[in-house]
Structure formats: C-alpha cells, structure tokens
C-alpha cells in the first residue's frame, strides 16, 4: 500500500499520476472500512479524494493554509497530514476527530463544524499575511451546498476586496445534505453545462477570478488547475465538478441517505444495527402532514437539514408547497417564519439546537420584538445528543429563555409534545418554541391538556412537602427517579413538570414556600444561564435553598455521556445525596 506510507504531503509529491490514482482507491478502501464500523460523514469524504491528493500534491501545508468549510470532508486530508494511522487500525479510529482540530496537526487551522465559514476564515488568514508582511497560498475549501448560506456569500462578496493571493476552491457535488434549494444553483448548473465559459458567472460578479475543472475526480486535472493558481496575485475561484459517494456504489445511488451513516455492512451497504422504535423526528414529519392536509396554511421550514426531523423525499413530496428547504440559511427561515407569520400562515421551522444558535438575532429582532406567532421546534435537544464540541446541542435554553415574548416549552412525553404543538399552530399571541424530547417516544402516564395559553402555569404531578424536586422536559424521568429514591428515605417530595422554560409560576412558588425548604431544578442542558437560575433568582430573596442540575460551562468533545452525566452529578443517586446532605 502506498498510503500507510504517507507520513505527511512531502510524501506525496514524490508519488506520480498512477501511484497517486492507486492511493486513491486505498483510501477509498480504508475510509468504506472504517466507516462501515465507525460511521461518519461518508459521501464527502469518498467525493473529495482526488481534489485533497491534488491539494497537497501542488500546494505546501502547513506553510500553506488549507481550510475546509464544516470539515466533514477532511478525513482524507487527515491521512496525508500524518494521522494515517486513525485509519489503519479500529484501536485507533477515535484517535481523530471527525473534523479539524489544530491540537491534532499544525496541517489544521481551526476546530469548524458547522457550514459556510471557510471563506471568511481563510479570508482572515490571508489578511492577517499580508498584515505581517509574509508570502503564502490560503485555500479555503467549500462544498456547493455552503455557499447557500449567508456567511458564505458575505465572505465571497468581501474577497476580491483582499487583492492578494487567497483561493477558494469550490467543490461542487450538485447536492447539499439533501438537494441543493435556492436560484445560484442554476447558475452553477450553467457553468457545468458550459464547462465554466457561461458568461452568466456568480464568482466573476463578485469580481473573483474563476477557473473551472470538469473533471474533479481527476488527478491531473485538479494538479494542472491548482498548479496555475499557485502563488496568485489575486482572489481566485477553482470550481471543481465532482461526485459526491464516488467509488462506493450505494453512496453513489442514494447521496442523501449516504452523506453521514451509522455503521453498515459494507457488501449490501445495510445498516447493521436498525432502530424499531418511533422516534420524534418521524412524529413530528408524519404528524404536520396531518396538520398540512387539514390546513393549507401550515407550512414546514427546513435550512438544508430534513433528516433531522423525519422529512424523508417522500414526506416532503407529499408535502408539497406546504414544505420548503431555503438551504443552508437558517437566519433567512427564522426571519421568512415571521413573514409568513403576519401573513397569516402557520410556519414550523424545525431546527437543530446546534444550529439554532446562528439564528439568535433573527430570532430577537425580526421574531420575538415583532411578536409574530410562528413555531420553533428545537431538535435533539439534550446532553446526550451530539457530543462533538462543533455540535453540542444543551446551550439553547440560555440561548431563548431571556428572549422577550418568546413561549418556551419542554414537553416531557409524546402526547404532551403533539398537544404543544399542535397548541402553537393555532396560538396567535406570541411566537412558540418547543423543545422536542430526544430519542424513543414515550406516550404519557397521565392526562395532557390541549391548551397552553394559560402561560407559565406548571405541573404538579405528585404533592409532597420539604422538597420540591422541579424536573424540566427530558428529565422529568430523572425526577421522577430522584423522587422515588427519596421516598424509600421516608421523604415525600413534590415533583412538578414545569412545561414553561422562558417563565416563573409565582403563584405556585409561593404556596410551596409554606412547606418546602429545599428546591431542586433538573435540566437536560446548560447549567449557567440556564432555567434553573431563574428559578434561584426567583427563590433568592427568601428563606429557601436552590440546588440546580445541569451542564457545567465548558466547550467539552467527544465525551462519554454516561462519564459526563456522572461529573455533573446528573445521576439519581448522587441527586439524592446532595439532597440529603442539605437536609
């Protein structure tokens, strides 16, 4: 094998065109493999091949900067940058991360993983160069599927701007996680078409200088084209048309299902473990085609990610007008849900907590002081959700409780959560958002109202005395737990199921301080800035004490739940024995 000989890119530039097209189809090899047993970003990676071969063949890393947008395409680059070994051997697959991580290689410049942000980036590398007086490349990588969102298109405006050497190299695979949606698509479908001689060019109008490459699994192809930007003078565009999948059948034939995989067998491409259970995302798609064919007016938004919410190609067929993919632009939905909004319409913009963080000022200024009623649907909200530092999915409750005019729920149960949303589409007061519970649904135990209008008013499913255990959305099983656990110590707690995240039941709060001395706040999510702190802040002036549960503050990665869950004391046990420690 060539590639387990790749100790970095010097290596590979004393390989010629047919060892190079060999180590190609190793690494396809090895990334089928790992992924098979691993799972990961599949399609990507398998498109990008022979563009990173090419990448590093022609240009000098780490003098050379390379930054690839989101950088779920990177494993290859990873092999050539010294770390082949996370992909020869299964003890040693973890020893990467699924993304750039500069602690790993200087050959990576920034910890990225979320999309359309390499232009800019790159673009401040470059700036930063010439600040210093220095001479290099600085190639930002970017997939067709990124240049739908904002930040792209503001860090493309502002390039030509730069006036030095800075290349941006546009892979353009014809698809986004799903199918690309928005009018520049048809631009690059022209320049394809033309072979890049269309005088109709998005990056010329930008004032950037193009060069197209047709065949972008080509070696000598992508060489020749890198090779004639090298050490440019000036803001380049490198468009590449590549396959997304190639070399793998099955990612070939379905690039949706086969942009990111659980672990599969390799031969039939099946996934080896499957997932019976109904899960939120297809109730929650299943449910609004429901709504949706009872009322026109209801309408799903998506920013480029369906799958994350069960909008498989049939659902958003049968859903027709009444669903829309605005791509990767998640400012654009939040803003367009509020438009739709006022026009009378009922948008549900399903959105990953992740993700809804690029959302925060459409979502307070165009929303919220607005006060237009559309629905937020806060995907796989929890602790347990994604652990990859780029992905952490436990900062929304800091991030939309404090916004004015905002209803924020945290249903704990299936039927709760359809009554909450079907609730929202027909409240007309002020915008919703719903924290959708994450995993296995789980339908309730006892009955569910239909109307949530009477805001801030909590659930007291069990009244107790001298503890007040307060479980929020996805815990309430562990208060639940924690309550049982207490009364086999002869104490008889409260447990309430707060429902509203964004506000304080006064009320209750004050008819539990007669009996109650000790409140105890359970949240699957941040702890700093985090619904447990309104409620001590409520509770500080009095004779109460407040212990809250949550996550600590901290960018953490790829951490074990359980191991995490335990630190934070996030376990019935340890709850249990705070709590009778404090009484």
């Excluded at 979320?114 to 470059?126: D, I, K, N, P, R």
Aim: proline fraction near 4%; aromatic fraction near 8%.
């Amino acid at each position: 094998m060539y590639i387990e000989h790749i100790s970095s890119p010097a290596d590979v530039k004393r390989l010629n065109t047919a060892q190079l097209t060999l180590m190609a189809q190793e690494i396809r090899t090895l990334l089928t493999h790992k992924l098979s047993i691993h799972g990961g970003h599949c399609g990507p990676n398998l498109g990008m091949v022979e563009a990173t071969i090419a990448l590093h063949r022609v240009f000098d890393s780490p003098t050379d900067k390379i930054v690839f947008d989101v950088s779920h395409q990177s494993y290859v680059h990873k092999m050539l940058t010294g770390r082949v070994g996370a992909f020869l051997s299964e003890a040693h697959y973890d020893d990467v991360s699924g993304y750039t991580e500069p602690s790993e290689s200087d050959h990576d410049h920034f910890i990225i993983g979320h999309t359309s942000t390499s232009v800019s980036l790159a673009g401040g590398l470059a700036k930063g160069r010439d600040l210093r007086g220095e001479h290099h490349n600085v190639i930002a990588v970017i997939g067709d599927g990124s240049l739908s969102g904002g930040e792209a298109l503001e860090g493309l405006d502002w390039a030509a701007e730069l006036g030095t050497n800075f290349i941006i190299v546009v892979n353009d695979n014809q698809m986004s996680i799903a199918e690309n949606h928005g009018g520049l698509y048809d631009n690059l479908r022209q320049l394809r078409e033309t072979r890049g001689a269309c005088s109709n060019n998005l990056f010329r109008a930008m004032g950037l200088d193009y060069v197209y490459v047709d065949e972008g699994n080509d070696i000598d192809s992508l060489t020749e084209a890198f090779q004639k930007v090298k050490d440019t003078d000036h803001p380049v565009v490198v468009h590449i048309n590549t396959l997304k999948g190639k070399g793998y059948a099955p990612a070939e034939a379905d690039k949706e299902r086969w942009h990111w995989t659980m672990p599969f067998d390799v031969e039939t491409g099946e996934l080896k473990h499957t997932f019976t259970d109904e899960d939120y995302n297809d109730l929650t798609a299943a449910h609004l085609l429901e709504r949706m064919a009872g009322d026109k007016t209801v309408c799903a938004i998506t920013a480029g990610t369906p799958g994350v919410w069960g909008w498989t190609p049939e659902r958003r067929k049968a859903a027709g007008r009444q669903y829309v993919d605005v791509g990767i632009a998640e400012e654009h939905a939040v803003a367009m849900a509020s438009g739709m909004a006022k026009a009378g319409s009922k948008p549900v913009f399903g959105v990953c907590s992740s993700f809804l963080q690029r959302t925060y000022d459409q979502v307070a200024q165009d929303l919220c002081i607005n006060d237009n009623p559309a629905t937020l649907l806060v995907l796989w909200a929890s602790i347990a959700s994604m652990t990859d530092v780029t992905h952490l999915c436990h900062y929304d409750i800091p991030l939309l409780s404090g916004i004015p005019n905002l209803v924020y729920l945290a249903p704990t149960n299936r039927d709760e959560y359809l009554a909450m949303l079907d609730w929202s589409l027909d409240y007309r007061e002020h915008p919703v958002a719903i924290r959708v519970p994450v995993g296995p649904t789980r339908p309730a135990m006892r009955p569910v109202p239909s109307d949530f209008s009477s805001l801030n008013t909590y659930e007291v499913t069990h009244r107790g005395s001298e503890v007040a255990i307060l479980a929020l959305g996805g815990f309430y099983g562990l208060g639940e737990e924690v309550r049982q656990a207490l009364a086999l110590k002869g104490i008889n707690a409260t447990l309430i199921n707060p429902r509203y995240i964004s506000g304080i039941d006064q009320p209750l709060f004050d008819n539990l301080l007669s009996d109650h001395r000790l409140f105890v706040t359970l949240e699957d999510g941040a702890l700093d800035g985090g619904w447990g702190e309104k409620v001590a802040r409520h509770l500080g002036p009095t004779n109460a004490k407040v212990r809250c549960y949550g996550a600590r503050k901290g960018f953490v990665d790829r951490y074990d739940v359980d191991e995490y869950l335990t630190v934070n004391r996030l376990k019935s046990h340890l709850i249990v024995e705070d709590i009778l420690a404090d009484l």
